[in-house]
């Protein structure tokens, strides 16, 4: 059975970076299609990040494009979230998730995708 762990998470000044792993276990890593999903205080969670199973393909969320670079090692059986230039509105707690289905609106909408992390949290100050 798959397994995804997240790591990376912490406490951060507004302007500075963190990197987020995702390390994945249990099966064909570059069988999957990889995201990353963030849950603000009192929000639903959403939509930030995908990435194609080679790492050629990504897409973003409009208000981290530019600021956060999502990256794959499938060496590593890793996924990474590079976040530069955060700002307090990206405090949350982040998750990676996996599916073996391709299409950016499936992973967008986030309803049946198949694996989840149990998340880490990301706290940025002002």
């Known amino acids: 059975q798959v397994q995804l762990v997240e790591s990376g998470g912490g406490l951060v000044q507004a302007g500075g970076s963190l990197r987020l792993s995702c390390a994945v276990s249990?099966?064909?890593?570059?069988?999957?299609?990889m995201g990353w999903f963030r849950q603000a205080p009192g929000k639903e969670r959403t939509f930030v990040a995908y990435?194609?199973?080679?790492?050629?393909?990504?897409y973003y969320e409009d208000s981290v494009k530019g600021r956060f670079t999502i990256s794959r090692d499938n060496a590593k059986n890793t996924v990474y979230l590079q976040m530069n230039s955060l700002k307090p509105e990206d405090t949350a707690v982040y998750y990676c998730?996996?599916?073996?289905?391709?299409?950016?609106?499936?992973?967008?909408?986030?309803?049946?995708?198949?694996?989840w992390g149990q998340g880490t949290l990301v706290t940025v100050s002002s």
């Open positions: 990435i194609s199973r080679s790492g050629a393909g990504t």
């Open positions: 249990g099966h064909t890593f570059s069988s999957y299609f």
């Open positions: 998730a996996a599916d073996r289905t391709e299409g950016i609106a499936r992973m967008r909408a986030g309803r049946y995708l198949e694996v």
